[in-house]
């Protein structure tokens, strides 16, 4: 939830140094809060785009045409599964790493476009970019199935001619971008293989924003006007001489 400087006690209002983003006058009631993080809502985006990818393996018989299957969303796990929570196979978790905060500048960043957009009077405010790097931790049956999934995860990571990765805007996330980088695969063989539990592991960076939406006020301009000056610019000395008139067209 945005930090709203008028529900602190007045004690920590004075020792807090320099002004606070939000702060406005009159104050106002907290922007809508979010209920996920930017983490939740990136890793479930890349669940929805690998859940519609198509993999094929090999046909049963010598020859025959490849055999097309799919990941369901529900069996992308974006934090290791409850031990009363089925895996079915084949099945992706996610196996989080420590992710490092870099600031942005010497001061954060508003987005100036985006007042209004997500709620009135307010402004989105980049805090810092969020790096980490996840491993998709991937398990299946056969040999077959676990060399489609790695052969179809490696294409779809980098779609697009612009740019490396994939990118996605998060629209539950003030429609900030996500990165996800391919970088490392590892094949885990061990004796659960030759029961039919094969996984394998995919190092992917990932990179996003973290943000926060803030009040805004926008700044009403002002225009001061002299009076004692002629259009010509001949100064008039009113303040001596109360009968002195403006020069023509003055």
Not at 19 to 44: C, F, H, K, Q, S
Not at 200 to 209: C, S, V, Y
Not at 224 to 235: E, I, L, S
């Amino acid at each position: 939830m945005p930090l709203n400087f008028y529900d602190l006690p007045k004690s920590l209002q004075g020792l807090i140094f320099g002004r606070v983003y939000g702060t406005v006058w009159p104050p106002r009631p907290n922007p809508p809060p979010l209920t996920e993080d930017g983490r939740t809502i990136a890793l479930r985006t890349l669940a929805k785009y690998i859940a519609a990818l198509n993999f094929y393996r090999p046909g049963n018989a010598a020859g025959g045409p490849p055999i097309r299957f799919n990941i369901p969303e529900e069996n992308f796990f974006i934090e290791w599964p409850d031990a009363k929570q089925s895996m079915p196979f084949p099945s992706i978790a996610v196996v989080h790493d420590t992710a490092n905060y870099d600031v942005i500048g010497l001061v954060s960043y508003v987005e100036e476009d985006s007042l209004n957009v997500f709620a009135p009077n307010t402004v989105v405010q980049w805090q810092s970019e969020y790096i980490e790097n996840i491993q998709l931790e991937v398990w299946c049956n056969y040999k077959a199935e676990r060399r489609a999934i790695l052969s179809g995860i490696e294409t779809a990571m980098s779609p697009t001619e612009q740019t490396s990765g994939v990118r996605f805007r998060m629209p539950n996330y003030y429609n900030q971008l996500v990165c996800f980088t391919l970088n490392t695969r590892k094949l885990i063989d061990e004796p659960d293989s030759m029961r039919g539990r094969r996984r394998a592991t995919l190092g992917i960076e990932m990179r996003f924003n973290t943000v926060a939406l803030i009040q805004a006020t926008t700044m009403t301009p002002r225009i001061t006007t002299n009076v004692d000056v002629a259009q010509d610019g001949t100064p008039v000395d009113i303040s001596t001489n109360p009968n002195a008139q403006f020069p023509q067209g003055g």
